[in-house]
């Protein structure tokens, strides 16, 4: 069992480079099936999701070179089998995109029900619903979702029922080389959605209208191989926003998208930070007060639900009562009872809470109980008085390049251990 030991109290100084986009990675991957050739992948984080993805790949009969520390080369001409293995699809919940991709090109696909983050029920009925429209037949059995078209894939108008980026990735990968037109509408608009699409087209795919409610796409009979650089990850970047925030530190983060960090920057400013930004860096900063504030998730353009337990952390430091809806996830305020340790009050109903802010955060063992949870502890204990203890740290890894040595560089007390065995374990 490894976890994080955290010193809290020094504010975070000095400059972090933001990674690429984990959830345009775990979509890009996939999608290089869709080449049946080369792809050159640029810019893709160091983290145990995209391993997991490189895995999957390999086990299909991909052929995979590290070319760099962050560039992968991706040769999927070889691969012929169209089943997910069980045991790595379920390693992470991207896993559905090998779905879109293996139908897109060989006309069927199994994969498990996938794995990942708890945050509640986690339906596909709308990528199914997408499949379906497109010609193909589904069916779930013993966790394992197929589907296949016999008679090819033809394109077709989708209406989501509700906005999903998963559902919106996976009709794209599995439209663009279905026979005619497909409109998808009201469509997810996360820049990891128009990324994806910008790495199709330079794949050969013809997909427009990505960011916005509508996406058009003209079926291609082929796509080619290519070189492409992921975006950077909003998500990583607005984490080391608020740990500059919550630490009262004063931090440049670099290799960002200034833009695709405005939902966030306008909520770190009303709770009292200064954000300045650059052409591809933020600087954050804070030195009176943090604010309470209301804040709402929903999909981008609105503020995104995987920065809603890290907001939480920091309105637990604010001078008065904070209220966070959440819009997405029925379920995504599993991990309060950990920051309750921390000596905050935290109330919940259904999906509000609300926090009373403290002056000091108490350290505390704490749990990552989900990937942007786990980052909401790792911020929390940044700004305690003393020492705490993160455990089940492998969440953070999933989605965190060097988290680690990214926070030392800032002057973060943080380090990584393994915690030693008990003693039962150990006579064992
Ligand atoms: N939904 C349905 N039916 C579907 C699909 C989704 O009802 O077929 C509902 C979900 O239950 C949820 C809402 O639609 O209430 C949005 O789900 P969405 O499909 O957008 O989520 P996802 O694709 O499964 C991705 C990210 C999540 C992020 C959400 C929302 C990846 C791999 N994951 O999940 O990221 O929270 O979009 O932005 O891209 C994270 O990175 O920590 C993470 C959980």
Redesign the pocket.
Known sequence: MEKFVIRGGNPLMGEVVVSGA??AA?AILPATILAKGKCVIENLPNISDVTASVDILSAMGAQVRLLNKHTLEVDTSHITGTVVPDELSRQM??SYYFLGALLGRFGQATVAMPGG?N?G???????LKAFTAFGAKDSVEGGMIDVRAENGLRGEEVFFD??????TINAMLAAVMAEGTTVLENV?K?P?IVDVANFLNTMGADVRGAGTDVIKIRGVKKMHGCTYSIIPDQ?EAGSYMVAAAITGGNVLIQNVIPKHLEPITSKLEKAGATVEEFDDSVRVSRQGDIEPLNIKTM?HPGF???MQPLMTALLCLAKGTSIITEG???NRFRYVDELSRMGVNIQVAGRVAVIEGVHHLRPAPLRATD??AGAAMVMAALAADGVSEISEIGHIER?YEDIVGKLQGLGADIRRVSKPETLLRKAL
């Open positions: 984990k959830n775990v919940r991207a983050c945050l029920p986690r339906p596909i009925d709308q990528h509700t906005v999903t980026v998963g559902a997810a996360e990891h998500i999909p995104p639900t995987d997405i996830w029925e990937l942007r989605g």
